[in-house]
């Protein structure tokens, strides 16, 4: 199973329309885990408290870690996020708060390093920037070290599309540019 996260906020994203395109070259279904719709937690002192506890009872049947479990499942990995503020939406971030989870996602080793549980061999990250600056270190890299560190994911695919909201700038083009690498990917 192809597990979509999309972090896309406007009903227009070009971000989603790059998801799009990905998706549409999939060949088994996907499932879509639209953030905007999802009402998170607040985390904070006693849902750690709580959390915790079932962590440590090795309980992961209460609905808390639904997501956490569809992730780990998941054969393969896309996450459309637009590239804001140096990273993402911060919802994308409330996503990730929930599914790291200590004997779901990862797990720490005798000498406390992390090492991943999850099934997917590849997570792909997609994004969209509007001007020329994008360090990959921030939101792109920030993914690729929880997929890899942490999840154990062992291929990750950026694809991004930039400049796309400097004055002047061909935006049909770059994003023509950006879909025709997807379907050669």
Not at 121 to 131: E, F, S
Not at 152 to 175: C, H, N, Q, Y
Request: glycine share 6%; with cysteine.
């Amino acid at each position: 199973m192809v597990l979509f996260i999309n972090a896309c906020i406007r009903n227009e994203s070009r971000t989603k329309e790059l998801a799009d395109t990905l998706l549409e070259k999939q060949e088994e279904p996907y499932e879509e885990v639209f953030l905007n719709s999802i009402h998170f937690p607040l985390v904070d002192e006693a849902f750690l408290n709580r959390r915790d506890s079932l962590i440590d009872r090795r309980d992961f049947s209460d609905p808390v870690f639904d997501l956490a479990r569809q992730f780990a499942e998941a054969d393969e990995i896309v996450i459309a996020a637009p590239f804001w503020d140096l990273s993402f939406p911060a919802v994308l971030k409330q996503y990730f708060e929930q599914i790291n989870v200590r004997g779901i996602t990862f797990f720490y080793t005798p000498e406390g390093v992390p090492a991943g549980l999850c099934r997917a061999k590849r997570l792909t990250y997609i994004t969209t920037v509007g001007g020329a600056f994008f360090p990959e270190e921030f939101g792109a890299g920030y993914i690729r070290a929880l997929a890899q560190i942490f999840y154990g994911i062992p291929e990750f695919r950026l694809i991004k599309a930039t400049g796309l909201d400097i004055v002047g700038a061909d935006v049909s083009a770059l994003m023509t540019f950006a879909k025709e690498s997807i379907k050669t990917c």
